[in-house]
Every structure is written in structure tokens, then in C-alpha cells.
């Protein structure tokens, strides 16, 4: 089954403990990217990759890091978490970039006390 | 930057009466799509408008692309309960990042 998958898919940490938010694709990519949802808000995207070794800043990207080593994992790092990260994160991929359509994975809640 | 602003943020309806959301892009979009999120689930792509102009139909949604490619709208007919959710438009400037309007939330009534 095509999908795309997220874990955790619910996390309560502490401020200042480094996390990891895996994301994998099994429909062999080109473009993933990463988006926070907050109330009022909508989904804005925090990083996006056109591709293995190549990542670039979405429109919040203060205070993550992303990686992109293999075409597959798409992880997103907050390296010293603070309660303004406190937000539904979702994964996404699409074949080819921004003129196709984007598959979501299933979100993760994370929230930072 | 790109901003990209839906109206309105929340819409009530009575099942059967129709429902339009309207999406504003600050910048001209190369293509507009539209998802929608069911309560605890994720967007899911509904469709993708390229040209100026353009209407597609799904049953009851109809989707439309401003002539300036800076517009679009949503607008469904006959709401009912499976519609509830809220929906999204997402534009890109022809570049690599993509902007999602701050969505629609629609609640149905019987």
C-alpha cells in the first residue's frame, strides 16, 4: 500500500530534549516536505526536499533541521524544543514538487512543556 | 512572501444547503489545489486547477481558477454530513514551496 509514515505519532517532552520525527515514502518521491498546523494558521510549511542531499527553508523554519540522506526518510529534528513548537506536524510527499499532489502522512502531536 | 488567505475561517450549514470557500493568493500561482481534512485525519488532495479559468466538477464540488491565477473558490451543493471537515487550498508561485490557505472549516447539521 502506498503510503507515507510518521512516528511518533504523539510525543510529550520537555523543553531543551532533543527529538526526532521520522518520516518515510514508499512511492519513491522526488519531493517531501514538512508542515506544522496550528489554529487559525492553516499548514505552513517549515522545510522541503527536492531530493536526496537537497533541502531548503519552507516558511517557519527557525528551530528545526531536517536531513534528506536517503529518498525514502524525510526525518525533522528540533535539536532544543520550546512550547512554541507545540503543533500537529504533518509529512508529505509528492512525485515530482509543488505541481503535483501531495500525500500527507498520518501527523504527529507533539507538545513541549 | 507568497500569503495565501481563505474566507471564511468557520461555516455552518443545515444539511442541503450549499457552502463556498473562497482562497486569495498575494502572488500568481502557477496551479491551485484543494484538500481536505476530515476531524483527526490528515489533507487529503481533492484537485488541481492549472489554467486561467478553469472549472472542474466532482459530483457536487465545483472548483474554479481565477483569470489572474490569484483566485479560486470551492463551492459545494447540497451539503451533506460526509462533507464536514475542513478544506484547504494550496498555491505555488512556481517555485519549490507551497503555501496552504489557512482553511475552511465546515460543520453540516441535520
Known amino acids: 500500500e502506498a503510503q507515507v509514515t510518521q512516528n511518533p505519532r504523539y510525543l510529550i517532552t520537555v523543553t531543551g530534549k532533543k527529538l526526532t520525527v521520522t518520516c518515510s515514502q514508499n512511492m519513491n518521491h522526488e519531493y517531501m516536505s514538512w508542515y506544522r498546523q496550528d489554529p487559525g494558521l492553516g499548514l505552513r510549511q517549515i522545510y522541503y526536499?527536492?531530493?536526496?542531499?537537497?533541502?531548503d527553508k519552507g516558511d517557519v523554519p527557525e528551530g528545526y533541521k531536517v536531513s534528506r540522506k536517503e529518498k525514502r526518510n524525510f526525518p525533522l529534528i528540533l535539536e532544543s524544543p520550546s512550547p512554541n513548537q507545540t503543533s500537529l506536524y504533518f509529512c508529505?510527499?509528492?512525485?515530482?514538487?509543488?505541481?503535483?499532489?501531495?500525500?500527507f502522512g498520518p501527523g504527529t502531536r507533539l507538545t513541549v512543556t | 512572501g507568497q500569503q495565501v488567505m481563505q474566507i471564511p475561517q468557520y461555516q455552518h450549514v443545515q444539511e442541503g444547503e450549499d457552502f463556498t470557500t473562497y482562497c486569495n493568493s498575494s502572488?500568481?500561482?502557477?496551479?491551485i489545489q484543494w484538500y481536505k481534512q476530515r476531524p483527526g485525519g490528515h489533507p487529503v488532495f481533492l484537485i488541481q486547477?492549472?489554467?486561467?479559468?478553469e472549472v472542474k466538477k466532482q459530483k457536487r464540488l465545483t472548483f474554479q481558477f481565477g483569470e489572474a491565477k490569484k483566485n479560486s473558490s470551492l463551492h459545494i451543493t447540497a451539503t451533506q454530513t460526509t462533507d464536514v471537515g475542513t478544506y484547504f487550498c494550496a498555491g505555488a508561485g512556481g517555485g519549490n514551496k507551497l503555501t496552504f490557505g489557512t482553511g475552511t472549516q465546515l460543520k453540516v447539521e441535520l
Open positions: 502572488t500568481t500561482l502557477s496551479n
Open positions: 526536499s527536492m531530493n536526496v542531499e537537497v533541502t
Open positions: 486547477l492549472v489554467k486561467s479559468g
Open positions: 508529505a510527499s509528492s512525485l515530482l514538487g509543488t505541481d503535483y499532489e501531495q500525500y
